[in-house]
C-alpha cells in the first residue's frame, strides 16, 4: 500500500498586525484535501501517481511601515511529515530570504525582521521547503507563495517642479489659461485614496483660480492691467485622500508674469518744444530731439515721428532713434536767415503696432509743436550761378572783355564783394578779371587748335572778413576762325607707267584743315598757275574733299623724265579764304601689262623697305672707321703699358740681370738695398724692399738662416722655393739675389761692403803676408791706412 504525504504551509495573523493569504481560485481546505488523498489512496495502485499537493497557498499581505519592537509575524510553514520530533527541518528562499525574512527552521514560523516599505519594493516572491535533517533530502516539493506589502498613506503628494513660471498677456478674459501644474503621489493608486490628489489655491485669490482635480491655473480678474502690477506669486496646494481630512498635502509656488499689449498710446510729455539752429547748417544736420512716452514695452513701445503740418515742412525733417525712441529733427534744405528767421511745425508720435481690440481707448498717436529758430551767421558771397559759360573769337585782341561773374554777401550788412582767378587753374595767365565788377578778359592771344576749352575758377571774397569766400568754375570755349590753310593729309609719292594711256588715274589726294568750320571742310584742288600750263598731268576736283591726279598724254620716258613735281593748290570756302601748295611727286616706272610697277629710276619705289646704293656705301665707311678707331685704341694702350723696372739685355727668363748702374754708394738708401748681399744672418728682419713699390704692404717673413753646412745647392733651392711663395715678392724680370759666402775660409770675408756694419776701423797689414796676388789689395787698405795716419 503507497503511502502519500502532504506539505501544508499555514500562517498565523497576530491580533495588533494581522496578515492575510489568499489561496488559489480551486483551492480547499486541508481537511478537504486529506480527504481526497484519502479518497485517493483506496483506489487501486495502478490508477494514479500523484506528486504534489492539490493545494497550496500562493498570496499573503502584509502591512507596510510597522512600528512594533518586535519582528512582524507573517505565517507558519508545515508539513503533514512534521511529527514533531525535529527531524525535519524548514527552509526559505527567494527575495530578502534570510535577511528581511526569517524561518524558524523547526516551527516554520515566517517573520519580517524590519519596516517594510511598498514604495519601495510592493511584492516579494519566496519559495519554502522542508528537507530531512539527517539526509539532507526534501521531503516535499519546494512550494512557491508571494507576500504582497498592504499601502498605508504615508506619502504626501509631490510637484513636478518646485517652482513653476508662467506667463499670461495683460487684460485678458477671465478664464484664460495660464498653467498647469502636476502633483504625483507615490501610494497605491489602487488601494483606498491614499493617492488621489486635489487641487486648491492658498495665495494667489482672486486674480487667480485652479481646478481642483486637472490643476490648471486660469485667469480670475478681468482686465489686469500689465502697468499696475506686473508680478504674481501663486501658492497651489495638492492634498490626497480626496482632500478629505488627515490627508496628506504638498504645495509649490507659481510666479506669474503679466505680458505687455499695446494698450497705451504714446503721450508727449510737453505740448511745445523749441530749437536753435544757424542757418549755415547743411542738410541733414540735426536740431533737437523730442520724445513721447509710452507705457508700454517692446515692440508696442515703438513710436513713429513725422511733421504733419507747419512751416517748414519742405526745409525739416523728423527721423526716429531705434534705440531711445526719440524724434530728431533735421534739417532738410539749406536755410536763409534773410528769408525766413522761424519755422513752426507740428510733429506727431504714433505706435506702428496696434491692436484693433483697444481701439477703443483712443487713437494711437499724440502731436506738439516745434518752434525752430534759424540764427544768422556770416556767410560767403554767393555767385547769381552754380557755373559759367563764356565764348570767345580765337582772333580776340589782349583786353578783350568776354563776359562777367556776380557774387554779393547774402547777409543783411551786404559787404563788398572782391573778384580774382584761382592761379592754379590758369597757369598761363591766359585770363584776368576785374576785381571791382567780375569782368573777365584776355591777357594773352588765343588758338582754338592748341586748347578749345579753358576751365578756371574765379573767387569771390568779402573785403571786410577775408575768411569768408566762395568759389564759382568758369568754362570759356574758343570760338574757331578761319585761320588755318587746307594741306594734304599725307605725303604724296607715286609713280605713272612709262606707257600710260591719257586721262588715266593716278593718285587719288585728300586734304585737312585743323579749323572747323560750322558748316563743314569744304577743298578745292587745282594746279599752280605755274603748273598749270604745259604740265603732263591735270586734277580733277571730286568735290568731296578728294581730287585725283589724272595723265595728260599717252607714254612716259623714264629716261628723258624720271621724275615729275606737280605744285597742288588746296583751298578752302571758308572765310578769309585759306590755301596751300602741297607737291605731289610723281616717278616715271616700267611696268608689266597689268599696270604693276616693275622698276623705277629710284629703288625706294621697288623695295621701299630696302636700302639706297648711297646708304649702304655710307655703312661700309662707317664699319671701315669703327675698325681703325678700334686698331689705334689697341695700339695705344699697348704702348702705354707699363714699362719694367728693369731691362735685360737678355732673355727676360735669365736669373742674372744686368742693370749697369752703379749706383749711389753706400750712402744712396733711395736705390737697391746692399744689405740684402750681406751675410744672411745679418738680415734685418723688419727691413723691406726698396726695388719696387709693394702693392699691398705685409710683414716680411722672417727667413731662417742656413745652417753652416748647408750646400750652396740647397740654399739657392731653398730661396727659390721662398721666393716663389712669398706673396711680397716682386715680379719675376726683377732682381732676387741669392747671397751666400759659405763657412770655412781662413781669409773670412773680403768685402768692403762688410765694413758698414763695424764699429771700428780693421787692420789689413795681413795681406802683405799672403804674397804677391793680394800686394794691390795691401797696398789699398794699407795705404788708406797710411793716410789716415798722416
Known amino acids: 500500500m503507497r503511502t502519500y504525504r502532504y506539505f501544508l504551509l499555514l500562517f498565523w495573523v497576530s491580533q495588533p498586525n494581522p496578515t492575510f493569504s489568499t489561496p488559489l481560485s480551486k483551492r480547499t481546505s486541508g481537511f478537504l484535501a486529506k480527504k481526497r ?307 513752426t511745425l507740428k510733429v506727431e508720435a504714433s505706435n506702428p503696432h496696434v491692436e484693433p481690440r483697444f481701439l477703443y481707448l483712443g487713437p494711437f498717436k499724440d502731436s506738439a509743436t516745434v518752434r525752430i529758430v534759424v540764427e544768422d551767421v556770416d556767410e560767403p558771397p554767393v555767385f547769381s550761378k552754380l557755373a559759367y559759360i563764356l565764348q570767345i573769337r580765337e582772333d580776340a585782341q589782349i583786353n578783350t572783355t568776354i563776359g562777367a561773374v556776380t557774387a554779393q554777401d547774402p547777409d543783411a550788412a551786404r559787404n563788398p564783394v572782391k573778384y580774382s582767378v584761382d592761379r592754379h587753374t590758369d597757369m598761363d595767365r591766359i585770363f584776368n578779371i576785374d576785381s571791382g565788377n567780375g569782368s573777365i578778359f584776355t591777357s594773352k592771344l588765343l588758338d582754338r587748335e592748341t586748347l578749345l576749352w579753358h576751365n578756371i575758377t574765379v573767387i569771390a571774397t568779402e573785403i571786410n572778413n577775408p575768411k569768408q569766400s566762395s568759389r564759382v568754375p568758369l568754362y570759356i570755349k574758343v570760338l574757331d576762325v578761319n585761320d588755318n590753310a587746307p594741306e594734304f593729309a599725307e605725303f604724296y609719292e607715286t609713280f605713272v607707267c612709262e606707257k600710260a594711256k591719257a586721262d588715266q588715274l593716278i593718285q587719288t589726294l585728300r586734304a585737312v584743315d585743323k579749323d572747323d568750320p560750322y558748316s563743314g571742310h569744304q577743298f578745292s584742288f587745282s594746279l599752280a598757275p605755274e603748273a598749270a600750263s604745259g604740265s603732263n598731268f591735270t586734277i580733277q576736283d571730286n568735290k568731296d574733299n578728294t581730287a585725283g591726279i589724272l595723265t595728260r598724254k599717252n607714254g612716259y620716258n623714264r629716261h628723258e623724265m624720271s621724275t615729275y613735281l606737280l605744285p597742288v593748290v588746296i583751298s578752302d570756302n571758308d572765310y578769309p579764304v585759306q590755301s596751300s601748295t602741297g607737291t605731289v611727286t610723281v616717278r616715271v616706272c616700267a611696268c608689266d601689262h597689268h599696270g604693276n610697277m616693275q622698276s623705277c629710276h629710284a629703288e625706294a619705289l621697288i623695295h621701299p623697305t630696302g636700302l639706297s646704293t648711297g646708304a649702304l656705301v655710307a655703312i661700309l665707311l662707317c664699319i671701315v672707321i669703327l675698325l681703325v678707331t678700334v686698331v689705334l685704341f689697341a695700339a695705344l694702350r699697348r704702348q702705354r703699358k707699363k714699362e719694367p723696372l728693369i731691362i735685360s739685355k737678355e732673355d727676360i727668363r735669365d736669373n742674372i740681370v744686368s742693370y749697369n748702374d752703379e749706383g749711389g754708394g753706400e750712402e744712396d738708401t733711395q736705390a737697391f738695398d746692399i744689405g740684402t748681399l750681406r751675410n744672411p744672418e745679418a738680415i734685418e728682419d723688419n727691413k723691406l724692399r726698396r726695388d719696387i713699390v709693394p702693392e699691398a704692404l705685409f710683414l716680411p717673413r722672417r727667413t731662417p738662416t742656413a745652417r753652416d753646412n748647408t750646400d750652396v745647392r740647397d740654399f739657392i733651392n731653398q730661396r727659390l722655393k721662398e721666393n716663389d711663395t712669398d706673396p711680397t715678392a716682386p715680379p719675376y724680370d726683377s732682381l732676387a739675389t741669392y747671397a751666400y759666402e759659405g763657412t770655412g775660409s781662413v781669409a773670412d770675408s773680403l768685402s768692403s761692403l762688410e765694413s758698414v756694419t763695424t764699429d771700428g776701423d780693421q787692420d789689413y797689414d795681413y795681406l802683405s803676408d799672403w804674397g804677391p796676388r793680394f800686394k794691390k789689395l795691401a797696398d789699398m787698405y794699407g795705404g788708406v791706412d797710411s793716410d789716415k795716419d798722416s
Not at 74 to 91: A, E, N, T
Not at 273 to 301: H, M
Request: hydrophobic share 30%.
Open 37 to 343: 488523498a484519502l479518497e485517493l489512496s483506496g483506489n487501486s495502485r495502478n490508477e494514479l501517481n500523484r506528486s504534489k499537493r492539490s493545494w497550496m497557498w500562493n498570496q499573503f499581505f502584509l502591512l507596510e511601515e510597522y512600528t512594533g519592537s518586535d519582528y512582524q509575524y507573517v505565517g507558519k510553514l508545515h508539513s503533514d511529515q512534521d511529527r514533531g520530533d525535529g527531524s525535519l527541518k524548514y527552509i526559505l528562499s527567494g527575495d530578502g530570504a534570510g535577511d528581511l525574512f526569517i524561518i524558524n527552521e523547526n516551527t516554520g514560523d515566517i517573520q519580517a525582521t524590519r519596516r517594510l516599505d511598498r514604495e519601495e519594493k510592493p511584492v516579494y516572491i519566496l519559495r519554502a521547503q522542508a528537507i530531512n535533517r539527517k539526509t539532507g533530502r526534501p521531503v516535499e516539493p519546494e512550494s512557491e507563495f508571494i507576500i504582497k506589502i498592504h499601502d498605508i498613506n504615508d506619502n504626501e503628494p509631490i510637484f513636478t517642479k518646485e517652482v513653476y513660471t508662467a506667463t499670461v498677456p495683460e487684460m485678458s478674459d477671465v478664464g484664460t489659461f495660464v498653467v498647469q501644474v502636476t502633483a504625483t503621489d507615490a501610494d497605491d493608486p489602487t488601494y483606498g485614496n491614499s493617492a488621489k490628489v486635489v487641487y486648491s489655491i492658498l495665495q494667489g485669490q482672486p486674480y487667480f483660480s485652479v481646478e481642483s482635480e486637472t490643476g490648471i491655473i486660469k485667469t480670475a480678474l478681468l482686465n489686469m492691467d500689465r502697468e499696475n502690477r506686473e508680478q504674481y506669486q501663486v501658492v497651489i496646494q495638492a492634498k490626497d485622500m480626496g482632500g478629505q481630512m488627515g490627508g496628506l498635502s504638498g504645495t509649490t509656488t507659481v510666479n506669474i508674469t503679466l505680458t505687455d499689449v499695446n494698450d497705451n498710446p504714446p503721450r508727449f510729455p510737453q505740448s511745445t518744444y523749441q530749437f536753435k539752429t544757424p542757418e549755415s547748417s547743411p542738410p541733414g544736420t540735426p536740431i533737437g530731439r523730442i520724445k513721447a512716452s509710452d507705457a508700454d514695452v517692446g515692440e508696442n513701445a515703438e513710436i513713429e515721428y513725422s511733421i504733419t503740418d507747419g512751416e517748414g515742412l519742405d526745409m525739416f525733417d523728423v527721423i526716429t532713434d531705434q534705440e531711445t525712441q526719440e524724434g530728431i529733427i533735421t534739417v532738410k534744405k539749406l536755410l536763409d536767415f534773410e528769408k525766413k528767421k522761424v519755422y
